[in-house]
């Protein structure tokens, strides 16, 4: 495939139920959208760039059709090499800062292929629709969003006791089943070509046996709706937004009767398999995010470190130790990824994948919002008030900025940049929406904890190291 940004936006043309502001809008037409949508179309470009092509595309065996390096099916550790090279540039590219990026779940899809034999096992047909979809998407470098996890309506019950509290299969047609329901939370709904649907641990377990459901269907599909919520982008980016303009957009999703064919299931009816496939399908995933997530950290790192030099603050005690603890997070995120890939494995669907990535995805989304308290504090009150560019460009108070309102040998208009830099990553909607969703995007960090303690707990072994 070559004009990859050309082909990308063809796909978003139209009305294709996304309700944003209470209008089902085209999204290329949407104000608040266009910066994401140029930074997406800024990446594709470096597709077809000879620096940069042989990272992030290759050519899919036994064709000539050339697609993005995350469809990539690692036959080898060579190939799953090329995999996270395509992953870090993607995830350098946008500083960590934009999760749903393309090139995660199209390692979901990577590993929902992966699976597609236990798939088979409780359906001939879902397994061989897996393959068939996976090609499609290969093929066309196909977008995704995904939805997940239950609307928060009523915790108090579950969709074992109200059915409406989950998506449900409600009539099963000669061509396919009727769902009815919500899901949440679907980001990069707006930018996306299509829709993926699976069950997170939690809503498996709230969801009765015979409403579990795995598909995909194109966004635009009759009675599919997607309500955005307000954007966090400014319609005019400047340096006062600077990271904003990357505001990758977050959905609620509505079934109004939606008609699934019946070649778009890939699951349905077995909470086991689903149990199990969710883990599976985002080996590769979990990982990719674990690099944006080194991003992250360099993110915060860095902005703190330069925002410290240029008030003169880097070498205080209370400053350093702040800046030490930062890049604390960044040595240990890189360790964790070199741990991780050096302990990948050939899968039982017979990839190569990463290792178990169960302790660093917890550390990671733990200390997000940790790392971003540390920026406030290195900061302090100068994270708030920096003058703007018009400010800056007034002839008036421009002396009066630039004499009261600089850096240790810099002007206030470098000094400005540097700290809007840090509100927008920490203290704007924007920067608060990120942090939030670092802690929450894979549901409670509590649940995980308790997961790994259990998968490690073992008395025996512990007595017999004890000497008790």
Known sequence: MKDFDMSYFKRLNGKRG???????VDVTQVPEFQHTLNEIKRIYRLFENPKYSDVLTYTIPNSNIVTSSSYLLPQNKEELEIKWSNTHLWMSETYGLMPRLPDFLQHVLVGMYNYRDELAKVNPMHGSNIESYFQYCSENNITHTHAIADPQIDRSQTGNEDESLTLSIVEKRSEGVIVRGAKQLASFAPFAHELMVYLNPGAIQNTLEKNIIWFSLPIGT???KFVC???YAPANHNHGSPFSRMDEQDSMVFFDDVLVPYDRIF???DKKVALEG????????????LIRFLYRYKTFYYVASQCADVIGVSKYPNVAEKLGALALYVEVMESFLKSIKESSYRTPGGLYAPGDSSAASIFAMDNSRKAASLVRDITASGI???PTEDDLSCSEISGLLNKYMRGKDTDASSKAKLFRLAWDLVGSSYGMRQIIYDQWFRGSISNHKIGLHKNRFNSDEQRRFLRI
Do not use: E, K, T
């Open 18 to 24: 996304i309700f944003f502001n209470g209008v089902d």
């Open 384 to 386: 708030i008030m920096q």
């Open 229 to 231: 919520r307000g954007s």
């Open 222 to 224: 009759p009675g599919l």
């Open 267 to 269: 699951l349905m009816g």
């Open 278 to 289: 969710y883990f599976r399908a985002n080996d590769w995933s979990i990982y990719s995010n």
